[in-house]
């Protein structure tokens, strides 16, 4: 009964919050009137009520009404009644951390593998996957666990981010840094870059957007899929 | 009785590794023969044994034999009777993950305060800052614990980032990253840049190599100190 779009990220470079994938989420969302919002993540760590605020106006464009969950007593029932949640970005540390603390994993699993359409974007992307060891985020706050939703068999790695090989800074390339993830995880990491999506109903999970996608198995060269590409099979 | 070296990298682009600051590491272990190596970072994943084998051969040009702390049946015995320590780079939570692991945290900072000469390189100098929240790194190992060494009384952000303001990639910059921390976390925050390094002196600490470095205090406005500068009084 899944029915979730998983996305690399909320905002092209150039165009407004959410617009570049607008179209595709008045269909996920089709015949929803209210929006149950996840703003735990707070990117560059503005409140809760602004970025609802900021989610409100984009979604307005297809009206939806946007409700933050910060704004409801009891979070969990929230949750339960939702007709349709999102999750957006900002520090993936500190989104998990807020979800752990509100008691807010299984409710939100429960809901979702029973068919509530879910939006996730960069750090409510990570979260999806079996774990958020594959963030790009820094580690501000200090969750309970890593362990994320495991929606898919995978993990993400969302603003993938190819190697820039004029760059003299030694710091380690996102390729390096999976590689090291599987010295100590044997779980798949799909790199998705800005502009793609990961399209999830019931079974079948199937890449979106223009580009191709970086896939990390266990003791295997990476490779590009392209998009229309089905993922399930990953494990 | 400090006498400690925190590096921002091992290697500038273009040259060999510690090259940069080996005649300062001259003076740093002037009189030593045996350096403790702790290779727990594992750079791209390598072993404990191939890292301790790069070490050697550059301190070799200063004739100082290096010994991994892998090599020694007590961990702890091997810190306590070091001359000498250095903590090279790689992934800054799989190094802290180590240490908590092995109980070397208290006896770490035991001798490098009773004056047992310390070198850090990138992950080697996050764990000498109060948490390790402002690493880069990917999480790829839960620890069981955030909380470093304290050797100073700020944060370090090893290979500080200018934001590069071409960029079309919506991933945040490294000085968001760290307002974002700010949100959080009340400490400063020292960033850096490749090539620069603390010299810590029983209570000076001073910002050395040819670059300014950005200090990112608690509500207040990032700003640049220059080489030489003494941060002892960051609180």
């Known amino acids: 009964m899944k029915n ?3 996305a690399s990220t909320s905002t092209l470079h150039g165009s407004g919050y959410l617009d570049y994938i607008l179209d595709d989420l008045a269909i996920l969302f089709n015949g929803i009137e209210e929006l149950l919002f996840i703003p735990y993540a707070r990117p560059s760590g503005i409140s809760h009520d602004a970025y609802t605020k900021i989610v409100n106006a984009a979604f307005s464009k297809i009206n939806i009404n946007v409700k933050g969950i910060h704004t ?3 979070p969990i029932d929230a949750i339960k009644n939702a007709k349709a949640i999102f999750t ?3 520090n993936t540390f500190v989104l998990t951390n807020q979800l752990y ?3 807010l994993i299984d409710v939100l699993l429960t809901v979702i593998k029973n068919g509530t359409p879910y939006l996730g974007t960069s750090a ?3 979260i999806c996957g079996l774990t958020i060891k594959t963030t790009n985020d820094m580690p501000i706050v200090y969750p309970p666990s890593f362990n994320a939703l495991g929606l898919v068999p995978f993990n993400i790695n969302p603003h993938y981010l190819d190697p820039d090989k004029s760059s003299k800074h030694m710091g380690e390339t996102r390729e390096t840094r999976i ?3 599987h ?3 044997t779980q798949p990491v799909v790199g998705l870059r800005e ?11 199937i890449l979106k957007g223009h580009l191709t996608a970086r896939v990390f198995e266990y003791n295997k060269t990476p490779y590009e899929v392209p998009s229309g590409t089905e993922l399930n099979h990953l494990k």
């Open 195 to 205: 502009g793609s999506w990961l399209e999830v109903k019931d079974n079948s999970i």
């Open 4 to 6: 979730i779009l998983i």
């Open 72 to 74: 409801y007593k009891d």
């Open 124 to 126: 409510g992307s990570n």
């Open 179 to 181: 590689k090291e993830f």
């Open 101 to 103: 603390k509100n008691n």
């Open 88 to 90: 957006g970005g900002g």
């Open 183 to 185: 010295n100590f995880n």
